[in-house]
């Protein structure tokens, strides 16, 4: 049950991040100039408030859960961000404060080993040269596998992601970026986003993610669809997430 909901909530979470490389290195993170970041670029105290939609399917029933995410920027880093992230589902609350991630996206841990390499990567039609950065993390519980193209001329600049988690709870995912200039409804305000796909796979369930992100934002998430199926039973959840309120400091 614990695993389930686990796979559940990183795919609530998946695209909120926050979500995206031969010399060796145990020291610094993936760096990239910060006003490149969806977090980055904005000021201490820039805040994103994210409504979502869960639908859960089964026994022939269906429910519903609504859960507000507030997201805010705490400090920008030499080689990351500081965020903390208020999350409330009816009367519960939980909140987790002053969390380090690395630009992409990965939550900083001194143990991560990382290889930098070059690569390319076909966005709607066209290539684009990008360094590869690849980040492994061991420790007791299975190792963490993380591979991220960064192209450093081209917004959004992280265009692709492979993150692969061993142990008793393996699971696979890729992130991808679709479309580079897509316009979105945000807020009442046309908004050119950018539109990406993200595939997670555990055990038994799957998921995919149609998101879209703006710059502009604190955090870049202006809205998703997910939908989690399991190989025998179908559909088992629907997750929309939409921005309801936001405050962006330059």
């Known amino acids: 049950m614990g695993a389930r909901r686990d796979f559940l909530m990183r795919c609530l979470l998946n695209s909120l ?18 006003e490149q970041h969806p977090w980055g670029r904005f000021q201490p105290d820039s805040w994103s408030r994210v409504r979502v939609v869960s639908e859960t399917f089964g026994g022939g029933k269906s429910s519903s859960e609504i859960t507000i995410i507030t997201t805010t920027l705490v400090s920008v880093e030499e080689d990351g961000v500081v965020l903390t992230r208020e999350t409330k589902t009816g009367d519960e609350e939980a909140r987790e404060e002053n969390v380090k991630y690395d630009w992409d996206g990965s939550k900083s841990d001194p143990k991560t080993q990382e290889k930098y390499s070059l690569g390319e990567v076909d966005v709607d039609g066209k290539t684009y040269a990008c360094q590869t950065h690849i980040r492994t993390t061991k420790d007791g519980f299975g190792d963490r596998y993380v591979k991220s193209w960064y192209s450093p001329d081209q917004s959004p600049y992280f265009l692709k992601q492979l993150t692969r988690l061993s142990g008793k709870s393996p699971e696979t995912t890729s992130m991808r970026v679709l479309r580079l200039a897509v316009t979105q409804t945000v807020l009442d305000k046309p908004v050119v986003c950018w539109q990406s ?54």
């Not at 926050?18 to 100039?33: G, H, K």
């Not at 190989?231 to 962006?248: F, V, W």
């Open 17 to 34: 991040g926050l979500l995206v490389c031969s010399f060796i290195t145990n020291t610094l993170a993936v760096e990239i100039p910060p």
């Open 197 to 250: 796909e993200t595939r997670l796979s555990g055990l038994s369930d799957k998921s995919m993610t149609t998101s879209y992100h703006s710059m502009d934002v604190p955090g870049g998430l202006v809205s998703s669809e997910a939908e989690v199926l399991h190989p025998q039973q179908g559909t088992k959840r629907r997750i929309r997430r939409e921005l309801i309120e936001y405050e962006a400091i330059r």
